[in-house]
């Protein structure tokens, strides 16, 4: 009885080495990333060749057209993406969490949550063989809009999460106590219900963006000419013999993952 | 007091779930009360006897399978919950926590479309009447518990409607905190003269505040009464039973003279009993006595039942005598403890018990 209170009260820190293990993992999951980071600041233009610290090769990225046109087709891609994806995940787990249970409510479920679990690589070559068809038979090509279909739909399930998450936190209750004082059930959706799903919707943004922000696969199935994101052209990038430029435009696109994650993270934790 | 005009009517209300499988779980059974015009009116019962089931129909949450809910004689069961002129103190008050303490207050009214000086004045007024006004603009997550039940019971009056329903709202307050909640209740709805119908499974706080009480059991309304009808006249052994302590005798029929019967015990006394309404019993029937509604006498003295004391529990203010009656039975004999009192009943002895006139009542079961 003692000894298992003991056991009980001890810390799995204590155990011996913990302290290395937790060590050895830290280094490699962010050495990489720090060592990219310190690359970026090298005012040679050898990558692996120091030569001491500068930023001028964030001018150079800065000042280059073929990344602000990448950027610029990032953003459109992400924030349509973001919004879109965000709408319907929202209008979706609504659906899915205030609803009577009816048949088939588990399996939409499974539905909305399948990309998730299926490689991305089979998406995206499903995907570019939707719109190879869409081109094909009906002449369909919405050019960037292509794209901007494409993340929408494997942003949904991020999006979603989140957002579900709160409503079913959410007690329903107050949207009881709402409309014992009178309000209709849309009076109640947006005087109650609405606000209170805020910081879900936030999350669910958030998540989504990074996840559009960041996507390579599936973009570079489908992506045509003059299409090219971010992730696209340090793909692109890498092929050739390579400048610390390339980590200076990784280290931008990582702050601003960074930067999104930390928000859905710190809404996640003000949630109660 | 009581005007006697019905605010509000349950007629022949059923309600039946759906449960796991192919069970059907009878929430409410035929049930039909009326409940007056400015009446402190108690659900009374354990749980899962029906009585939050009742109070969600007359809210408009919950739809009944059968029957009708009349609100003044209109019939109100298919309205949604914000077209019934009735509002809700939850159990778990349901306070929006993004919204300040005046806010909250202030909702139904906006819902209403009440214009914005009225909305001001009447949220002032509310804040009077619970005696907040200082607390206005805090959060309520800033608020304690006692302070959060007035905030509901605010928000619920404010719209002024015509029965305010409160489900168990004492029940996350602390002792002192219920006693003062209770006194504080009476209060409002002395001042408001709005109908309130109070829902409780704790028999002390229903005796204690309402005007009258119907006692629920198993989606059935048992009895209903004043809390002294409750308590002196249960109709039925589980009336009986939930409410205080009580003796169960055996006895049968040997006359019914109007609301009184001669019931002849067990063990050959005969007395007279009370009857539930319409009932004209005959042979064999279950009758119960209060403990305070009977006295111990010396054995030999003239007394309705004979046993032996087995034990005497002081208690301070009376003291409780256990008798094993000569039937087999047992029997309690509450007897208020007075100055240099002591009757000096000895454990094991033989003894008398005489029933107060009309202490005995006849249950319907």
């Not at chain 2, 303490?101 to 002032?124: C, D, H, Y």
């Not at chain 2, 009476?186 to 704790?202: A, M, N, P, S, W």
């Amino acid at each position: 009885m003692a000894a298992s209170t003991t056991l009980k009260h001890r810390d799995v820190r204590d155990q011996p080495g913990f302290g290395t293990m937790a060590c050895i993992c830290l280094i490699v999951l962010y050495a990489p990333i720090l060592i990219l980071m310190i690359w970026s600041l090298n005012s040679g233009s050898i990558v692996t060749h120091w030569e001491g610290v500068s930023l001028a090769w964030y001018g150079v990225a800065l000042q280059n057209e073929e990344f602000h046109s990448a950027a610029r087709n990032t953003l459109i891609i992400s924030v349509s993406a973001t919004f879109f994806s965000t709408v319907m995940a929202t209008m979706a787990a609504i659906g899915m969490t205030r609803v009577k249970p009816w048949r088939g409510l588990g399996t939409s479920f499974m539905v909305i949550n399948l990309p998730l679990m299926v490689p991305e690589i089979i998406t995206a070559v499903a995907t570019l063989s939707f719109f190879a068809l869409l081109a094909g038979q009906l002449n369909l090509n919405f050019g960037i809009g292509n794209i901007i279909i494409a993340h929408t739909v494997f942003c949904i399930p991020f999006a979603y999460m989140p957002i579900r998450a709160r409503l079913e936190d959410m007690d329903l209750t107050l949207e009881n106590a709402a409309a014992d004082l009178y309000a209709t059930p849309w009076q109640a959706f947006r005087r109650v219900t609405f606000p209170l799903l805020v910081p879900g919707i936030l999350s669910g943004m958030a998540l989504a963006f990074i996840v559009s922000f960041d996507d390579f696969t599936i973009t570079q199935l489908i992506a045509g000419p003059g299409q090219t994101t971010l992730p696209l052209y340090i793909w692109n990038q890498i092929r050739r013999p390579m400048t610390p430029e390339i980590n200076a435009i990784s280290t931008l696109l990582l702050l601003v993952s960074i930067l999104f994650v930390s928000v859905s993270f710190l809404i996640a934790r003000r949630r109660k | 007091m009581a005007s006697g005009q019905t605010a509000i009517a349950a007629k022949g209300v059923s309600k039946l779930f759906q449960g796991a499988g192919q069970d059907t779980v009878v929430a409410l059974d035929k049930v039909s009360v009326a409940i007056r015009e400015n009446e402190f009116f108690t659900l009374l019962g354990p749980s899962g006897c029906g009585k939050t089931t009742l109070l969600r129909l007359i809210a408009g949450f919950d739809f009944p399978t059968e029957g009708e809910i009349l609100l003044h004689g209109q019939d109100i069961a298919p309205l949604p919950p914000y077209r019934r002129p009735v509002n809700t103190v939850f159990q778990s008050y349901a306070l929006f926590p993004h919204m300040s303490v005046a806010q909250n207050i202030a909702f139904g009214l906006e819902m209403l479309g009440k214009s914005r000086a009225e909305t001001q004045a009447r949220v002032s007024a509310m804040l009077k009447l619970v005696r907040m006004e200082e607390l206005r603009d805090r959060r309520t997550s800033q608020i304690s518990g006692g302070q959060q039940q007035r905030v509901a019971l605010a928000r619920a009056l404010a719209p002024a409607p015509k029965v305010l329903l409160l489900d168990e709202p004492l029940s996350a307050l602390d002792y002192k905190l219920r006693k003062d909640m209770q006194i504080e209740l009476k209060r409002l709805q002395h001042e408001t003269g709005i109908t309130f119908i109070f829902v409780t499974h704790d028999q002390e706080e229903a005796l204690t505040m309402s005007d009258r009480i119907a006692v629920m059991n198993r989606g059935r309304i048992l009895q209903v009464g004043s809390p002294r009808d409750i308590y002196d006249r249960p109709s039925e052994r589980f009336v009986a039973n939930f409410i205080g302590e009580t003796n169960f005798l055996d006895g049968e029929v040997t006359g019914v003279s109007g609301a009184e019967a001669r019931v002849k015990l067990a063990d050959g006394a005969v007395i007279s009993a009370g009857l539930p309404e319409g009932l004209a019993p005959a042979g064999r029937v279950s009758i119960v006595v209060r403990p305070e509604h009977a006295r111990l006498v010396p054995p030999g003295a003239p007394a309705d039942l004979a046993g032996r004391l087995e034990t005497a529990v002081y208690f301070g203010t009376d003291t409780h005598y256990h008798v094993r009656l000569d039937g087999g039975g047992a029997f309690t004999v509450r007897t208020q403890n007075s100055r240099g009192g002591g009757a000096g009943f000895a454990e094991g002895e033989p003894v008398g018990i005489v029933l107060e006139p009309s202490a005995a009542q006849v249950l319907r079961d």
